[in-house]
Structure formats: structure tokens, C-alpha cells
């Protein structure tokens, strides 16, 4: 029987100085946990996740490297992190329900929380039952639609409409 392999998260969450926001995800796709560079290795670097294409879309504005991610976020107040520090992939897919925790990433987050005190912006609906068990005071809170292609519910634009209620504005 294969022995299956505990995946590390690859990144730290990413905290800008003047965070009012705090988007959170469950784990990286296994593009970023299994390989260390390239154009997809940071959060929501899945080709087919379609997280930056949204972001695009709200920002009116192209995002092709990680530095121009980090520099929108920088501007907008935005930070992110995963609530699973280690896991492992049970089918080999980038679905949270494959995802067998080993560890959450619950100190680093804990740290951001009492540090900023933002809004929390969740990714899918499994991050949100997992962030209210972790985190039960912890009520400034909404959910974004997932970025994932499966949830195909919305079109890119409509997801993009109301991630563009829910996230801060550039600040000038």
C-alpha cells in the first residue's frame, strides 16, 4: 500500500503593514506545494483557480507576477493565508474535502487577528466551518465565491461583482 505524503505549506501568510483585510484560503493546489518557482508558485496558483483573474477584473488592472500581486495588495490592504499549515491529499486533487489536516496554521493567524483586527474574507464555505471552530469570537466575517473552476454557479464577472463589494478600495 502506498504511504501517502504530508504536503508543507509552501508560503507564510502574507501581511501588508496597513492590513485592513484578510482573505483566507484552505490549503495551495499541489502546483505550488510540489515545485518552488515559476509564475503560479504563490497563493491561488493553481492555472485553472481563477482567484486572479477575479482580482483582474475588480482592480482593472493585469496581475502576471507574484510582485505585482503582493504590490495590489500592498496598496489595497489586503492580506492572505491558509488555514492548513500540513496535510495530506488523499485523491491527489486540490479539493478541501481531499485535504486531510495534520496541522492548522491557527498561531500565525491568531497573531494577524489580534495584530489587525480586518475583515475575514473566506474562500469556500469548508474555510469558513473550519475558521468558526478555530476562531468561534471572531465576528468580522464574509464569504466570497469560490475561485475554484468547479463552482461554476457564477461566471467570472458576477464572482468578480461581489468580491468587489467585499474588498477594501485602492488606497490613494
Given at each position: 500500500?502506498?504511504?501517502?505524503?504530508?504536503?508543507?505549506?509552501p508560503?507564510e501568510?502574507?501581511v501588508?503593514?496597513?492590513?485592513?483585510?484578510?482573505?483566507?484560503?484552505?490549503?495551495?493546489?499541489?502546483?505550488?506545494?510540489?515545485?518552488?518557482?515559476?509564475?503560479?508558485?504563490?497563493?491561488?496558483?493553481?492555472?485553472?483557480n481563477?482567484?486572479?483573474k477575479?482580482?483582474?477584473?475588480?482592480?482593472?488592472r493585469?496581475l502576471?507576477?507574484?510582485?505585482?500581486?503582493?504590490?495590489?495588495?500592498?496598496?489595497?490592504?489586503?492580506?492572505?493565508?491558509?488555514?492548513?499549515?500540513?496535510?495530506?491529499?488523499?485523491?491527489?486533487?486540490?479539493?478541501?474535502?481531499?485535504l486531510?489536516?495534520?496541522?492548522?496554521?491557527?498561531a500565525?493567524?491568531?497573531k494577524?487577528?489580534?495584530?489587525?483586527?480586518?475583515?475575514?474574507?473566506?474562500?469556500?464555505?469548508?474555510?469558513?466551518?473550519?475558521?468558526?471552530?478555530?476562531?468561534?469570537?471572531y465576528?468580522?466575517?464574509?464569504?466570497?465565491?469560490?475561485?475554484?473552476?468547479?463552482?461554476?454557479?457564477?461566471?467570472?464577472?458576477?464572482?468578480?461583482?461581489?468580491?468587489?463589494?467585499?474588498?477594501?478600495?485602492?488606497?490613494?
Amino acid at each position: 500500500m502506498e504511504r501517502l505524503k504530508i504536503e508543507k505549506h509552501p508560503f507564510e501568510a502574507f501581511v501588508p503593514d496597513r492590513m485592513t483585510c484578510l482573505i483566507i484560503g484552505s490549503f495551495p493546489g499541489k502546483e505550488q506545494t510540489q515545485c518552488t518557482v515559476g509564475p503560479h508558485h504563490w497563493f491561488y496558483g493553481a492555472p485553472r483557480n481563477q482567484f486572479w483573474k477575479i482580482l483582474e477584473l475588480v482592480y482593472n488592472r493585469p496581475l502576471p507576477t507574484r510582485y505585482e500581486k503582493q504590490q495590489l495588495f500592498e496598496e489595497a490592504g489586503i492580506g492572505v493565508a491558509d488555514l492548513i499549515q500540513s496535510c495530506v491529499r488523499t485523491n491527489g486533487t486540490n479539493l478541501d474535502e481531499n485535504l486531510q489536516v495534520k496541522t492548522y496554521n491557527d498561531a500565525a493567524i491568531r497573531k494577524i487577528l489580534d495584530s489587525f483586527h480586518p475583515k475575514v474574507l473566506f474562500t469556500s464555505r469548508f474555510v469558513e466551518r473550519t475558521f468558526r471552530k478555530l476562531f468561534p469570537q471572531y465576528s468580522n466575517t464574509d464569504i466570497l465565491p469560490s475561485p475554484s473552476p468547479r463552482y461554476f454557479r457564477l461566471s467570472i464577472k458576477d464572482k468578480a461583482a461581489v468580491f468587489k463589494v467585499n474588498l477594501p478600495a485602492l488606497k490613494q
